[in-house]
């Protein structure tokens, strides 16, 4: 296929060749992969690059940078490999002859190992999805910063820089600088442009100080190129709509027993204090809250006790308005097994690879179950549908845009539809105030809970 790039796309292009180190805040739709290998393909005739690297999310890189690469004629000549599958596989593609590495980003730790040990590196490093690398503790981020300083080129890619605010950002940047713009130090960074509640040493609350986002900004606008889909791309409105499910008093009235047991207990494990809540045991809280929403809960002996179908039946009521292509995501694995015996009729397939993507983008997969970790980044989907439900929305703000935007993207022909199943008077209904707002601390979802004791007295 022919490649023409839009305006937009030739000043990224441009972008990538003319800055060794840069950010591509490019929105999802935009075209980060055909720009990012098109501007490695000239640097490569050019001579100023031999050996890239790619990581990206695990599903993205087993197929959407190959695919991005035989699809467009003027990459035909750009040998990609991908490194992925067991450690001899990977080894093995390692050792090929190429110009383009491709590897999941839970493979960095393995692949810095490596490297090491075949004494070689890479000459341009692509950081697809930045924001894999914003946690400044993990493995991952650890082992890319060893990987970096060889490179005499980075790049970092992603369409939602700050999913929760301007703290995730000193990671990424220091992934592109190594410390030059926003400090070579987290605590520094936050001392600096925040303001930081501590309990026993961790952070529990971090507000950005006046000013510091214009500051932040103006720090790393010399390496960074933000553009917005909405100002390049004339997309087909995206509708989103809460579905309420009512829940019968019976089941209403055990969610309120279950969650004021469980926010007993939390804060009865914290000595009754909300700061010493941990963020392990928020999490667990939610999580179970989230469950009892949506019809079934993992007991603590590992199996599954349903409680109601509520949310089955909305779904199936949204099945029968329309018979078009339905993706549908899920939070938990019993979730998923609901839903296809439910609809086993329907003949549902659950998302797994490349054969599942070509599938559904030719029309032949009715309901499509996917995990919103699993498909959220990279995928072009928007050829096999309009429609999406979340049977739970979960909290990650991140995986929520993104998953909406393998729909709602360059290539859709027709307004797409986000539908959110929410349980009426639960979690689901903080859950969704929660993405509205940008983001909830569970810090402060357990500040809201613990109010909720006088309730139940």
């Not at 067991?86 to 490596?114: A, I």
């Not at 890479?122 to 082992?143: G, P, Q, Y």
């Not at 713009?181 to 520094?188: A, D, M």
């Not at 096999?384 to 993207?409: C, D, K, M, P």
Request: with cysteine; proline share 3%; net charge neutral.
């Amino acid at each position: 296929m022919k490649f023409k790039a839009h305006g937009y796309q030739s000043r990224a292009i441009g972008w990538v060749e003319t800055h060794p180190r840069c950010l591509l805040f490019l929105d999802m739709g935009l075209g980060k992969s055909v720009v990012t290998l098109t501007a490695v393909m000239r640097l490569i005739l050019h001579g100023e690059v031999e050996r890239v690297l790619v990581v990206a999310p695990k599903k993205v890189a087993e197929s959407t940078w190959s695919t991005e690469a035989e699809k467009w004629d003027h990459l035909s000549g750009l040998r990609v490999r991908v490194v992925a599958g067991t450690p001899k596989r990977r080894r093995e593609e390692l050792e090929k002859e190429g110009d383009v590495w491709v590897t999941g980003r839970d493979s960095v730790v393995w692949l810095e190992e490596e490297m090491r040990r075949m004494k070689r590196g890479f000459d341009m490093v692509v950081i697809d999805e930045l924001t894999s690398f914003k946690n400044h503790r993990s493995l991952r981020f650890k082992a890319m910063r060893r990987l970096l300083p060889s490179a005499q080129r980075v790049v970092g890619l992603t369409g939602t820089p700050t999913p929760n605010g301007l703290g995730d950002l000193w990671g990424q940047v220091y992934c592109i600088d190594g410390g030059e713009r926003l400090g070579r130090f987290v605590t520094h960074y936050r001392k600096r442009w925040f303001n930081c509640v501590e309990h026993n040493n961790i952070i529990i609350r971090m507000t950005p100080k006046a000013g510091a986002e214009e500051e932040i900004m103006e720090l790393i606008s010399d390496i960074a190129l933000t553009m917005r889909a909405e100002d390049w791309l004339r997309l087909p409105a995206m509708l989103e709509e809460d579905v309420p499910v009512a829940l019968p008093e019976s089941v209403a009235r055990g969610y309120r027993k279950f969650e004021r047991d469980k926010v007993a207990e939390v804060l009865r494990e914290a000595g009754g204090d909300v700061r010493a809540v941990t963020a392990a045991s928020a999490a667990a809280l939610t999580g179970k809250l989230a469950q009892y929403a949506n019809g079934a809960i993992y007991t603590d002996d590992g199996s599954v006790a349903k409680i109601h179908d509520e949310k089955l039946q909305a779904l199936g009521e949204i099945l029968e308005a329309d018979e078009s292509p339905l993706l549908c995501f899920y939070q938990y694995t019993h979730d998923l097994d609901r839903i296809m015996s439910r609809f086993a009729a329907l003949n549902p397939r659950h998302y797994q690879g490349a054969l599942d993507l070509e599938d559904w983008n030719a029309g032949k997969i009715r309901l499509l179950l996917a995990h919103p970790a699993s498909t959220a980044f990279g995928l072009n989907m928007q050829a096999g549908g309009h429609r999406i439900v979340w049977f739970s929305t979960g909290w990650n703000l991140e995986l929520y845009q993104q998953a909406n935007a393998r729909l709602h993207r360059q290539g859709q022909q027709r307004p797409v539809t986000v539908q959110r199943l929410i349980a009426r008077g639960t979690v689901d209904e903080r859950m969704a105030e929660a993405l509205s707002n940008k983001g909830i601390s569970q810090t402060e979802l357990l500040i809201r809970l613990k109010s909720k004791m006088e309730e139940y007295g």
